[in-house]
């Protein structure tokens, strides 16, 4: 069986909120449907498409904009690039008109409330997240295309092996340095001498030149830097019914005492010029956080870190390096991004990153460890520390559900942010401070742990709203 192969750009993909599994991943499930379409010259002779919606993605798939996900994918929108201010008019008109342009070509009958079922008690056996195209074409023929949403934005197809190809179209392909788990990842290091992010970027030479990965994570930390931004500078309240209030502007503005800065380099030179103690750096720190979420959950542009659930974890942990720690420097932060990648892939091919497989200890736990690792490494520590970091911040998240209110990535996801964020900092600086030799627990160890954990976990606590917060808090919303 050949060993998978994830790129950091698999790990950290742009997108739109609020979750890249129920979101972004069917989202990306219908750009791929379509693509099969004009491959086989089979698109102009389409007359329907039905989208059937299956286990979690049925059960939170309203508060998580599945259903408007999928109307922009079988559009040919792309979630990169399409204008997130607009997704409100395109899916109006949509359920306006009842039609469609598939690909943005080709129209056909579409309503959205008669053309997306919700099969609410109906689950597919290979993953929670499924969702299946039924077409209609002329002459009479159907055919059903059935997907899956595996986390972290990545899709496959029925019958397609796993990790085949990453959402961001990056083919498979031999490394220099094939890492399966953190035992490999520790001896590769060892024999070749190579910090963690540095065996990464041979590794990516698989794919691209060293000058296009560099412009490639650069880019990905500007559209985390302008999520974090935009969500420290916008009020009001998030959609969706729950009236949750936004909390990251108010924060700034008082931890500001008032001022107000239109560029970034201006507003990171005031928050560091008011020190770093303890309660100030704590502060930003969630500051950031929120600022992420916040947008995610406004159908904002994210990137999934390594999901769209836990956005804002690797973003405020990076924030607080550029910021408090002088990292803000193009080759630091590039070193953070491509650390926390190889720590996100790790669990992604020997565990889970999806809250539907193994609840949010998949989501924030996971990102947490991937942060902690990246501090950890751009702060000086050794490779085994490093992999202690990561270990220790995974450690304390084991066991945590996924049990979002109203089927919303709000209540308690935005606020879990800001622990993963200071949790890990925290395993970061534990690490830095003690002798890996003797760790009683490795980074695999917790792994596998994690693992077990999601299987034994009820599927109430697995990103359904049936249990929890989701079903122990009162709330009234409005009829979809």
Same mark, same amino acid.
């Given at each position: 069986?050949?060993?998978?192969?994830?790129?950091?750009?698999?790990?950290?993909?742009?997108?739109?909120?609020?979750?890249?599994?129920?979101?972004?991943?069917?989202?990306?499930?219908?750009?791929?449907?379509?693509?099969?379409?004009?491959?086989?010259?089979?698109?102009?002779?389409?007359?329907?498409?039905?989208?059937?919606?299956?286990?979690?993605?049925?059960?939170?798939? /309203?508060? /998580?904009?599945?259903?408007?996900?999928?109307?922009?994918?079988?559009?040919?929108?792309?979630?990169?690039?399409?204008?997130?201010?607009?997704?409100?008019?395109?899916?109006?008109?949509?359920?306006?008109?009842?039609?469609?342009?598939?690909?943005?070509?080709?129209?056909?009958?579409?309503?959205?409330?008669?053309?997306?079922?919700?099969?609410?008690?109906?689950?597919?056996?290979? /993953?929670?997240?499924?969702?299946?195209?039924?077409?209609?074409?002329?002459?009479?023929?159907?055919?059903?295309?059935?997907?899956?949403?595996?986390?972290?934005?990545?899709?496959?197809?029925?019958?397609?092996?796993?990790?085949?190809?990453?959402?961001?179209?990056?083919?498979?392909?031999?490394?220099?340095?094939?890492?399966?788990?953190?035992?490999?990842?520790?001896?590769?290091?060892?024999?070749?001498?190579?910090?963690?992010?540095?065996?990464?970027?041979?590794?990516?030479?698989?794919?691209?030149?060293?000058?296009?990965?560099?412009?490639?994570?650069?880019?990905?930390?500007?559209?985390?830097?302008?999520?974090?931004?935009?969500?420290?500078?916008?009020?009001?309240?998030?959609?969706?019914?729950?009236?949750?209030?936004?909390?990251?502007?108010?924060?700034?503005?008082?931890?500001?005492?008032?001022?107000?800065?239109?560029?970034?380099?201006?507003?990171?030179?005031?928050?560091?010029?008011?020190?770093?103690?303890?309660?100030?750096?704590?502060?930003?720190?969630?500051?950031?956080?929120?600022?992420?979420?916040?947008?995610?959950?406004?159908?904002?542009?994210?990137?999934?870190?390594?999901?769209?659930?836990?956005?804002?974890?690797?973003?405020?942990?990076?924030?607080?390096?550029?910021?408090?720690?002088?990292?803000?420097?193009?080759?630091?932060?590039?070193?953070?991004?491509?650390?926390?990648?190889?720590?996100?892939?790790?669990?992604?091919?020997?565990?889970?990153?999806?809250?539907?497989?193994?609840?949010?200890?998949?989501?924030?736990?996971?990102?947490?460890?991937?942060?902690?690792?990246?501090?950890?490494?751009?702060?000086?520590?050794?490779?085994?520390?490093?992999?202690?970091?990561?270990?220790?911040?995974?450690? /304390?998240?084991?066991?945590?559900?996924?049990?979002?209110?109203?089927?919303?990535?709000?209540?308690?996801?935005?606020?879990?942010?800001?622990?993963?964020?200071?949790?890990?900092?925290?395993?970061?600086?534990?690490?830095?401070?003690?002798?890996?030799?003797?760790?009683?627990?490795?980074?695999?160890?917790?792994?596998?742990?994690?693992?077990?954990?999601?299987?034994?976990?009820?599927?109430?606590?697995?990103?359904?709203?049936?249990?929890?917060?989701?079903?122990?808090?009162?709330?009234?919303?409005?009829?979809?």
């Amino acid at each position: 069986m050949a060993q998978e192969s994830i790129s950091v750009f698999d790990i950290f993909k742009i997108g739109v909120g609020p979750s890249s599994s129920h979101t972004l991943g069917p989202w990306r499930a219908a750009l791929r449907f379509l693509q099969e379409l004009e491959t086989a010259s089979r698109l102009d002779a389409v007359e329907r498409v039905g989208v059937l919606l299956y286990g979690s993605l049925a059960k939170t798939g /309203h508060g /998580h904009g599945t259903d408007i996900a999928v109307q922009l994918g079988l559009s040919g929108d792309d979630p990169v690039t399409f204008d997130v201010n607009n997704i409100n008019a395109k899916v109006n008109d949509i359920r306006r008109m009842k039609k469609l342009l598939l690909n943005g070509r080709h129209e056909i009958d579409f309503d959205p409330l008669e053309d997306i079922e919700f099969l609410y008690e109906e689950s597919l056996p290979f /993953h929670p997240n499924a969702l299946t195209f039924l077409v209609s074409f002329s002459g009479g023929e159907q055919q059903a295309f059935t997907w899956y949403s595996t986390g972290g934005g990545f899709v496959v197809k029925e019958g397609e092996q796993a990790g085949v190809a990453g959402t961001a179209g990056i083919a498979s392909a031999e490394l220099p340095f094939p890492v399966d788990n953190a035992r490999q990842l520790l001896q590769w290091c060892i024999k070749t001498g190579y910090s963690i992010s540095e065996l990464v970027m041979e590794n990516e030479q698989a794919w691209r030149s060293e000058a296009a990965t560099r412009e490639g994570v650069l880019h990905i930390w500007e559209v985390m830097r302008d999520c974090i931004f935009r969500g420290c500078h916008t009020t009001g309240e998030l959609p969706g019914g729950l009236r949750v209030a936004r909390r990251a502007a108010a924060l700034n503005k008082k931890l500001l005492q008032g001022r107000t800065y239109h560029d970034f380099d201006s507003w990171i030179a005031a928050i560091r010029g008011g020190g770093n103690h303890f309660a100030y750096t704590l502060d930003w720190v969630s500051c950031f956080a929120l600022a992420v979420n916040e947008e995610n959950a406004s159908f904002g542009r994210v990137v999934t870190a390594p999901t769209n659930g836990a956005a804002g974890v690797i973003p405020a942990v990076l924030q607080y390096y550029i910021t408090f720690c002088d990292g803000y420097q193009p080759a630091k932060i590039i070193q953070f991004l491509l650390t926390a990648s190889e720590i996100g892939s790790i669990f992604k091919k020997r565990s889970t990153i999806s809250a539907a497989m193994g609840g949010c200890q998949a989501e924030i736990g996971v990102s947490s460890a991937m942060a902690a690792a990246a501090l950890t490494e751009c702060l000086g520590g050794a490779q085994r520390q490093v992999l202690m970091a990561a270990e220790i911040a995974m450690e /304390h998240h084991l066991g945590l559900t996924c049990d979002p209110i109203g089927g919303l990535v709000q209540v308690p996801c935005i606020e879990r942010n800001t622990m993963g964020a200071i949790k890990a900092i925290t395993a970061s600086q534990l690490a830095l401070q003690s002798n890996p030799e003797l760790a009683k627990v490795s980074l695999d160890a917790v792994v596998k742990t994690m693992w077990e954990t999601a299987l034994d976990m009820n599927s109430k606590y697995k990103e359904t709203s049936d249990g929890g917060l989701a079903v122990n808090i009162p709330i009234s919303l409005p009829e979809c």
